[in-house]
């Protein structure tokens, strides 16, 4: 039986004009017609509202990256998968990427060929600006008839709404994925020292950094791991892997970025002026006082090549005094407060941010080559419509990683190692085996399991929000905006950066293993102006100030 048109035949041109000058378009039908068999609205086989989503069962084919810890040997395992197709009759086929993934999806973009329907993934800016041409335009209009759970939660959370989520040419191409802004890494890494190391020597807790070079001499000098050999690490790091680099031992002298990350400390915004970091006293009296840790063997100067492998080595032999990292054992390690530096009390800063964004914008892509983009958009929509759906997709089904409270939040469940699945190794390894994890519808607030308080022993998530509140007074107020840059200037800024970064690398290093003299320390000041520092600073001043 043929449909009866209820409308004019609407058609829109939906343009996917990359970040050259394509023409490349596609027409969207929205054409809705009333299904005599349902009573309901279609476009096509889809319905315009309500479930299932489609009439006829419709699969898309979804480019995935999945995490080393996933162990599923089919998606089946997906907990959410057989909700989503038994409740929508749509089926999302995983098409997983385990290495390379991001150069193979480049490749893919690069042929125009073979391209998935959905990518769902961790792609950065620079492959979702420079490949629009390939991707459907998410227009207000359409998100706010075709996903309107994920709108409302967008427009409700976000103070800037969907235009969070515009690229540089104004328009949406990527929804966003995961936990919006997850409360436990909004301090980032922190420091942590051997508690047990302070009761042998008999100090403690350092309080300001004259206080912390006497309690590594200590560590050095009295054997505080008890094996009569002279093997302590007071202080390691480990330069290879961003939660343990060095620029986390900067704040007491008031240098602290959003995160870790080297060119996040490059520079500090305040009164809405990005001020350079790298030309100051603050930052020269931190590499002396750093090279005086070096110097008398309490600072482990082989974490500027050290593996992460390595560097985990060494602290789990127990050699090492204190470090910077997401959290370990607390029966042996405690947080270290935020220090202050002689001559720089009241700059304390600590890295982080409050609020700070942990979510994936570039998450969820549909291609050019779906046939079907508003049906794709609804089902993913869908995953959107109940916090339990949400969860189901991060963390698999209630009651075995998590639990709903009588108030509609939500609870980790903590599972020992006894009750995990014969080939399952770790919790860890069971979440993204039967979910997503950080792949998943985004949530804010109390849609999110937060861990157990009250547990007789506090896991490590729950101790990230005990502890985070010693550092967020210390976090800095002002930062660039996370906002897309048009691909010119995403290329200009890398361009320079790498050189900046290439150059301090050597800097840095040398003057925390060698020293630092004042005839060193100007060269160095000609040298950020020929490695144009001041280019890259006043590049990001741009940037702050909404010029591109």
Known sequence: MKMIKTTMAIAIMASLAGCGNSDDTTTLNL????????????IDNMFVEGLPIVKEPKTFTMFVAPSGNDKSTSQDEK???????????????????????????????????????????????????????????????????????????????????????????????????????????????????????????????????????????????????????????????????GQHKHFYFAGPWGIAGRTGADPDNYFQVQNGIVKPNLDTQNFKDYLLYMHKLAQDGLFDVEGFSLTYSQYKSRVNEGVVGMIVTWMEDPAIWSPVPVLSAPGYEGQELKVGEKGHRTANMNGFMITKACDDPLAALRAWDYLHSDPNLKRIMRDGNEGLLWVENDDGS???????????????????????????????????????????????????????????????????TEFLPLRPMPSDKLTQLALLQTEIEAYMDGFIANSIINGLTDPQWKTHLTQLENVMYYDWIQLQQDYLDGKF
């Open 410 to 476: 939500a609870t980790v469940k903590e599972i020992s190692t006894a009750e995990l699945p014969s080939g399952i190794n770790t919790k860890t390894e069971l979440n993204y085996t039967i979910a997503f994890r950080g792949q998943g519808p985004v949530m804010f607030g109390d849609e999110v399991a937060k861990p157990d308080m009250n547990a007789e022993v506090l896991s490590y998530d729950a101790l990230r929000y005990k502890y985070v509140p010693m550092y967020e007074e210390y976090f800095p």
């Open 31 to 42: 054409e809705k017609t009333l299904d005599p068999e349902t009573g309901r609205m279609m």
């Open 79 to 241: 907990h959410i998968l057989p909700i989503l197709q038994e409740n929508t009759n749509v089926h999302f086929e995983l098409q997983p990427v385990s290495t390379n993934a991001n150069e193979k999806l480049n490749l893919l973009f690069a042929a125009g060929t073979d391209l998935p329907d959905i990518i769902f993934s961790w792609p950065p800016e620079s492959t979702v600006i420079n490949n629009t041409a390939h991707l459907f335009e998410f227009t207000d209009e359409i998100l706010r008839e075709y996903a309107p759970n994920l709108t409302s939660q967008i427009e409700a959370n976000l103070p800037d709404g969907l235009d969070t989520l515009r690229k540089s040419d104004g328009k949406i191409y990527s929804l966003p994925v995961g936990v919006y802004a997850e409360y436990a890494n909004s301090a980032k890494s922190i420091p942590l020292i051997r508690q047990d190391w302070l009761d042998a020597v008999n100090m403690e807790m350092p309080t300001n950094t004259d206080e912390l070079y006497d309690v590594l001499m200590a560590f050095k000098t009295q054997d505080p791991n008890g094996n009569g050999k002279a093997d302590e690490i007071p202080i390691s790091f480990c330069q290879a892997n």
